[in-house]
């Protein structure tokens, strides 16, 4: 069984131009999560998609957005890149279980702008 | 509002010594706490979690973190490391956001771990 899987592994972008990122969560997982992980930091939620739409959304200007297609996978979209935006860019597929719920991670898509 | 402070930001042990690495969270109601690992270049794994239920709560490669409300805290462990264990470690808090959600999860700044022969 396949985990969540991102679309390219690593980007170069020149500042200016518009990059598109892709997650396949994994199967039987409704919901995707997108995180931004600056060199030396932690994660920072982006925003979260479920039933193609977005349900939560974290500090990010409106250059960043997202879809989610009705097979659960999803898209993240930034605009105008800044070179502050190169990172590396995590999905997250959300589950259940019996004592609550917790979530998947893919191994990310390594973004560089220049 | 939900925040994670993790007490140092690189960890070094010697092969075969404890390793504790600390997590401390706010969050204004019961949290969900994690413990994820990554390696270089790499995504996150997921090590364990604690939602609800028995405080000390056991992972993967020997690891466990014992939830202490008291405290405010979420420390994981480990008897004694192995160089397979030299990586960054972040803890992660969220909450039951309730019905069909998902909360998001808010990391911690990591800790990295070195482990010497």
């Known amino acids: 069984d396949a985990g969540v899987t991102q679309s390219p592994t690593h980007l170069i972008k020149t500042r200016g131009q518009q990059v598109t990122l892709r997650c396949s969560p994994k199967s039987g997982h409704d919901t995707v999560s997108w995180y931004q992980q600056a060199l030396g930091q932690g994660p920072q939620f982006i925003f979260q998609?479920?039933?193609?739409?977005?349900?939560q959304r974290g500090n990010f200007p409106d250059r960043f957005s997202g879809h989610q297609f009705p097979n659960y996978s999803s898209e993240l979209n930034v605009n105008a890149l800044l070179l502050g935006d190169s990172a590396l860019y995590l999905c997250?597929?959300?589950?259940?279980?019996?004592?609550?719920?917790?979530?998947?991670f893919g191994s990310g898509t390594r973004l560089t702008v220049v | 509002a939900q925040s994670v402070t993790q007490l140092g930001s690189h960890v070094s042990v010697s092969e075969g010594a404890l390793v504790l690495l600390r997590c401390n969270y706010s969050?204004?109601?019961?949290?969900?706490l994690f413990w994820y690992v990554q390696y270089p270049n790499q995504g996150l794994q997921l090590l364990l979690k604690y939602t609800t239920g028995a405080t000390l709560v056991k992972g993967i490669n020997g690891f466990e973190a014992e939830f202490k409300k008291s405290e405010t805290s979420f420390h994981l462990t480990k008897p004694s490391a192995h160089m397979s264990d030299a990586a960054e470690y972040f803890c992660a808090v969220t909450t039951n956001a309730g019905g069909t959600s998902y909360g998001k999860l808010t990391f911690g700044q990591g800790t990295i771990l070195t482990v010497h022969p």
């Open positions: 998609y479920y039933e193609e739409e977005e349900r």
């Open positions: 969050s204004s109601v019961p949290p969900y």
């Open positions: 997250a597929s959300s589950y259940r279980d019996r004592e609550g719920y917790g979530y998947t």
